[in-house]
């Protein structure tokens, strides 16, 4: 493990059809990163996902 990867925590958040957040918080700092999928926002696309077969 990195020395400075030690201090921190990971976690999720989800709350169905609302929301996704992934977590990282530094411990002993105030830093911290959230990064939020919005899940009621529908994404089109044409591809199968991956390991599709018919």
């Not at 959230?34 to 599709?52: V, Y």
């Amino acid at each position: 493990m990195l020395p400075a990867a030690i201090g921190n925590v990971w976690w999720v958040d989800l709350v169905p059809g609302e929301y996704f957040n992934y977590n990282l918080r530094r411990v002993n700092t105030d830093r911290v990163f959230t990064i939020r999928f919005d899940l009621k926002k529908e994404i089109n696309t044409e591809q199968k996902p991956w390991g599709w077969k018919e």
